[in-house]
T-cell receptor, first 113, second 112 residues
């Protein structure tokens, strides 16, 4: 595909359930980011993958959050035992290298009820 | 903690005027700088990038970089109501990973 693809677009889940969000980066992009954006707020950095380096997990808010990436392809963000405060739009972005411009997917809107 | 700082606004500018958006960054070694526009309910989209000191112009947009002052700005000439959005400034870290760090954004409102 031409752009960053995220799925699902919308997810409603019950409090306490686990959810998995998927990101397909632009082909050939070695860098991949996950962000959380609450309503009316700025981007909150979660995790950064760059090639084969160890991921920068410094933004993950708790041990309920984890992410994986297989090589330079798909990434999944997993939230365990979801809480209402996890409700937000989760944005994925990828870039050719770490220092080049990042392109965003359309986001996954997560609602925890 | 490396940071990119922006005034959250809102910044209100009359239609047809110049909108000036400002940003400072803490990492003196940052090499690449970006401006993104985010409409309400949409994802951020890249509108400008700049790597060298000075000005870079693209249509109605001009990005300005001053590395000595660690300052980046975006000028929007002939502002239109469609320019109303949140503008995010971003800079790369000076590290082997070169992660992009985003500011929290400035909300711009163009009044007719």
């Amino acid at each position: 595909g031409a752009g960053v693809s995220q799925s699902p677009s919308n997810k409603v889940t019950e409090k306490g359930k686990d959810v998995e969000l998927r990101c397909d980066p632009i082909s050939g992009h070695t860098a991949l980011y996950w962000y959380r954006q609450r309503l009316g707020q700025g981007l909150e950095f979660l995790i950064y993958f760059q090639g084969n380096s160890a991921p920068d997990k410094s933004g993950l808010p708790s041990d309920r959050f984890s992410a994986e990436r297989t090589g330079e392809s798909v990434s999944t963000l997993t939230i365990q035992r979801t809480q209402q405060e996890d409700s937000a739009v989760y944005l994925c972005a990828s870039s050719l290298e770490g220092y080049t411009e990042a392109f965003f997917g359309q986001g996954t809107r997560l609602t925890v009820v | 903690q490396k940071e990119v700082e922006q005034n959250s606004g809102p910044l209100s500018v009359p239609e047809g005027a110049i909108a000036s958006l400002n940003c400072t960054y803490s990492d003196r070694g940052s090499q690449s700088f970006f401006w993104y526009r985010q409409y309400s309910g949409k994802s951020p989209e890249l509108i400008m990038f700049i790597y060298s000191n000075g000005d870079k112009e693209d249509g109605r947009f001009t990005a300005q970089l001053n590395k000595a002052s660690q300052y980046v700005s975006l000028l929007i000439r002939d502002s239109q109501p469609s320019d109303s959005a949140t503008y995010l400034c971003a800079a790369t870290e000076d590290s082997s990973a070169s992660k992009i760090i985003f500011g929290s954004g400035t909300r711009l409102s163009i009044r007719p």
